[in-house]
């Protein structure tokens, strides 16, 4: 069983910044495939970006250049970099752990972009 909680979520101004995190439970930490998904009021969850244990990552084109993945296997922890933000990157942020078939989800944090 992982667990996975997201904390940095908040209010911020458009133009600002956040960095969310989310600490894993588990030993295999570093073979853990992880997400980023967002969901905004009334809209689906969608995915923001990934990492594969080896360091690869992808991002959604709505946050490319904007939005910065990584990981410290170390800490057993994932970070999602927000620079940029803009009014449509309201939404709870949930990091997803993925290993040997297995998904676990965190329970999310918000963030709100506004004036």
């Known amino acids: 069983q992982v667990q996975l909680v997201e904390s940095g979520g908040g209010l911020v101004q458009p133009g600002g910044s956040l960095r969310l995190s989310c600490a894993a439970s588990?030993?295999?930490?570093?073979?853990?495939?992880m997400d980023w998904y967002r969901q905004g009021s009334g809209k689906q969850r969608e995915l923001v970006a990934t990492?594969?244990?080896?360091?690869?990552?992808n991002y959604a084109d709505s946050v490319k250049g904007r939005f910065t993945i990584s990981r410290d296997n170390a800490k057993n922890t994932l970070y999602l970099q927000m620079n940029s933000l803009k009014p449509e990157d309201t939404a709870v942020y949930y990091c997803?752990?993925?290993?040997?078939?297995?998904?676990?989800w965190g329970k999310g944090t918000l963030v709100t972009v506004s004036p």
């Open positions: 588990g030993r295999e930490f570093i073979n853990y495939a």
């Open positions: 997803k752990a993925g290993f040997l078939g297995g998904t676990w």
């Open positions: 990492i594969t244990s080896g360091g690869i990552t």
